[in-house]
């Protein structure tokens, strides 16, 4: 009995000494760059287009998280962590540890504290319903998010991002890992739920500069941990 209640005590401390971030989507998509032609200050000019596939780790039911990878090699993924209530980290994985492993370990020296600096956006910009749009006979949702404010917006050159969302998909988070996005979608009191079939990136002279589209998602159960000592959301 004794030992039993030792083995209990033991796995009870390790639980408690960490965090977990629980992920029962993966979701696919191919990230196209497209090449620029109007030069911006103080932004990288894009001489051609650029096609790679991104893979989001989701949890359908919070959206305060996510983890995001883009393949570094044959054998590696880059994976980008964040918890919008302060987490940040970049590391690199095995391929075969994202395919086979239940928990992803993320070591507090690739930790750093996230502070949100968009918080304060949420007066300068508002997410805006449009109209439906048609794919291929199936109809989707469509949303915007754009400044509200046209002087500044000239000023900065302020773009637009646009959402086209999978109706059918209305059990799942929306994805929205750039931070402003996800403040106003807060604030708004989640103003629309689902996976994003589309989501593509007008700048602001009128130029498609990016563009994300759906392949496939897949359910999975996957977690990652990270020690208590490096948990900067408390």
Known sequence: MRFYFIIFFLLSTVCFSQKQY?????IEYELTLYKDSVKIKNRFFRERDKKV?????????????????????????????????GIHSNVVILKSDLKKAEFLNIECKSITRYRNPFKYQTKN?????????????????????????PKRSKRKKLGTEFYIIDKETSFHSPILNFSTAY??????????????????????????DSK???INYWK?????????????TK
């Open 53 to 85: 596939k991104k893979y989001y780790l989701t949890n359908s039911k919070k959206n305060n998280y996510t983890a995001v990878l883009t393949e570094l090699d044959g054998l590696n993924y880059k994976m980008e962590f964040k918890d919008q209530n």
């Open 22 to 26: 629980s992920f029962d989507y993966i």
């Open 125 to 149: 910009y508002d997410f805006f319903k449009l109209n439906d749009t048609i794919i291929n006979g199936k109809s989707y949702s469509l949303h915007k998010l754009a400044s509200i404010k």
């Open 220 to 232: 999975i159960d996957k977690k990652i941990i990270i020690n208590n000592d490096c948990d900067y």
């Open 183 to 208: 403040e106003e979608w807060k604030t708004k009191g989640n103003p629309f739920m689902g996976i994003f079939f589309e989501k593509y990136f007008i700048d602001y002279f009128g130029n498609l």
């Open 212 to 214: 994300e589209k759906l």
